[in-house]
């Protein structure tokens, strides 16, 4: 059984910085390509950014691209999101989740809120 867990969700003033991590319990982090997922209030989840398994590549929606930076540590079982210069719409439920051989995200977290105030 895999888990993810998120943590490092709060409440930041626009322009100010958090950083996330998802840990991966119960396979080896290094077999999934990971992806930052967020949803806000009527909204769908959207993608905010991944990184590959092997190659440790990473891409970012354009509304972050620039701000936010996507990491791993294998060796810890961990992949982070480092976002910068936060801005109100920035606001939402942050999700981790493992694309499989599949191709698809199987695996999800429970979520994080970050809530950016103006």
């Known amino acids: 059984q895999v888990q993810l867990v998120e943590s490092g969700g709060g409440l930041v003033q626009a322009g100010g910085s958090l950083r996330l991590s998802c840990a991966v319990s119960?396979?080896?982090?290094?077999?999934?390509?990971m992806g930052w997922f967020r949803q806000s209030p009527g909204k769908e989840r959207e993608l905010v950014g991944g990184?590959?398994?092997?190659?440790?590549?990473?891409g970012y929606a354009d509304s972050v691209k620039g701000r936010f930076t996507i990491s791993r540590d294998n060796a810890k079982n961990t992949v982070y999101l480092q976002m910068n210069s936060l801005k109100p719409e920035d606001t939402a439920v942050y999700y981790c989740?493992?694309?499989?051989?599949?191709?698809?995200?199987?695996?999800w977290g429970q979520g994080t809120q970050v809530t950016v105030s103006s």
């Open positions: 119960g396979r080896a982090l290094w077999k999934y390509t």
């Open positions: 990184i590959s398994w092997n190659s440790g590549s990473t």
């Open positions: 989740g493992a694309r499989t051989e599949s191709g698809q995200y199987d695996y």
